[in-house]
């Protein structure tokens, strides 16, 4: 197929998210109670459906446009009306069949770009403005932060908080829409930056869960038809009661432990997880970071696997004690609570023994570090 000249055609279609910059609601005093009602999960669902449509729609029209040796420009990613009128005019001039359709789709396709990004502006409009999740996000502490900001008693925040569609594990990237209307909040969560989204990670990790309850289910059955067969058998085979029997406690010791392996779990996720440390050190090994003028904050070397030890916090009072001889310490002045955002007698309370060789730290608020990491850096 011949080349067309090149045209100075508007599209940096190579760097088009089709956000296009547009102005996403934020929380609009403006926006009738009506609007604001409508379930947001299903505003989001849809709006980030649109998107996808106009993302994939620009993606062919560049792949079109550079097959016809159409040249782009920086001016934007539709056509302007003098652009249009010259390609119109180009399809019916052009002698060449293949050449003058793939021109007509170029402008067909044009259409379609601008109806498909006139839609993502309209939702997005309707929609608050979303937060963007960092690696050390919490999904609900972050819904009582939005219904605080609104004007809500913490103990009301989490308890609507508590109610809503909470993801576990927020993903980097990850964007987290908030709303509350009429005594009701509603949250939903999707790709953003992210290289995964919601939905593809909760299967992914619900897969997961099923294929160990499975594996679980199947070895139980398993176990559970050898007793029976070994029952059986031992009216037949009288010699080899006692072996059987043997096999049968070893059988159900597994079962047992498959259930305390499952306890175990669930008491991992009611407890807070914690790490001890010099504070010199941890700052050192990129642990937390300590700026001059604001809080001690997680650091990138604070991940998930170095917080072993853990705190139940089912029970009443939970709180625990740091031994200055255990970090190699003859005495502890001061334990630093990371992060900063948790408040001293509100969330927790430090007390230092009279010869200051440990510190007992009492939790106040478990719900608020309920399955949380926090780092407790310790200062001699």
């Known amino acids: 197929m011949k080349l067309l000249r090149p045209i100075a055609l508007g599209a940096a279609l ?11 609601g934020c929380d609009r005093k403006s926006q009738t109670e009506s609007t604001e009602s409508k379930d947001l999960v299903g ?11 106009a993302q994939g729609a620009a993606k062919a029209q560049a792949d079109a446009m550079a097959k016809a040796g159409l040249q782009p420009n920086a001016a934007g990613v539709q056509l302007t009306p003098a652009q249009r009128t010259l390609l119109e005019a180009r399809v019916k001039d052009e002698k060449d069949n293949s050449t003058a359709a793939l021109l007509q789709e170029i402008l067909d396709r044009d259409k379609q770009i601008g109806e498909l990004t006139a839609k993502v502006a309209r939702l997005q409009s309707e929609l608050p403005k979303p937060q963007i999740a960092t690696e050390k996000d919490n999904h609900f502490a972050m819904a009582v932060r939005y219904l605080k900001g609104r004007g809500l008693s913490e103990e009301k925040a989490k308890t609507l908080a508590a109610k809503a569609n909470i993801i576990e594990d927020l993903q980097p ?8 209307v009429g005594g009701t909040y509603l949250t939903a969560v999707t790709q953003g930056k992210a290289m995964i989204g919601p939905t593809e990670y909760l299967h992914n990790q619900r897969a997961a869960l099923e ?5 679980s289910l199947a070895k139980a059955k398993e176990l559970n038809d050898q007793v029976v067969g070994l029952v059986a058998e031992k009216t037949k085979v009288q010699e080899e009661v006692d072996a059987l029997r043997t096999e049968k406690t070893t059988l159900m010791s597994q079962v047992g432990e498959l259930t305390n392996l499952s306890q175990a779990q669930k008491a991992r996720l009611n407890s807070l997880h914690y790490l001890v440390g010099q504070r010199k050190q941890l700052e050192e090994e990129g642990v937390i970071v300590v700026p001059i003028f604001a809080k ?14 853990d705190l139940p916090l089912d029970g009443p009072n939970p ?15 001061k334990v630093n ?22 510190a007992t730290i009492r939790i106040l608020d478990p719900e608020r570090l309920r399955n949380d990491r926090v780092v407790f850096a310790v200062t001699d």
């Open 173 to 180: 990237g990850w964007h987290v829409y908030h709303q509350y």
């Open 211 to 215: 294929h160990d309850r499975d594996d």
């Open 337 to 358: 609570v990371v992060p900063g955002s948790l408040v001293k007698n509100q969330h927790y309370t430090v007390t230092l023994a009279e010869d200051r060789k440990y």
């Open 319 to 333: 709180e625990l004690q740091i031994q200055a001889s255990d970090m190699g310490l003859t005495k502890i002045s």
């Open 43 to 53: 505003k989001v669902a849809e709006a980030e459906k649109a998107e996808s449509q």
């Open 14 to 24: 190579a760097a088009v998210p089709l956000m296009l910059a547009l102005p996403m």
């Open 296 to 309: 001690d904050r997680m650091g990138p070397k604070a991940v998930a696997a170095r917080f072993v030890k």
